[in-house]
């Protein structure tokens, strides 16, 4: 799963599950990132930060 399809489905259930941040966490790890990813990177923080998304 690509990250923006992994933020999307954060948008849609408003949480992110063990298994979306087990995809996260597997991303981050295995490479570098161009500009959009790291857009869609810097979306993930702000709705982690605000509060708009549960984490379970």
């Known amino acids: 799963m690509q990250l923006a399809q992994i933020l999307q489905e954060i948008l ?15 991303i981050l790890w295995s ?4 500009d ?3 857009e869609t990177l810097k979306r993930l923080e702000q709705i982690l930060s605000d509060g708009s998304v549960a984490v379970s």
Do not use: A
């Open 31 to 34: 490479r570098d990132f161009d």
């Open 36 to 38: 959009t990813e790291m």
């Open 12 to 26: 849609k259930t408003r949480q992110v599950t063990p298994v979306l941040e087990q995809q996260i966490d597997s």
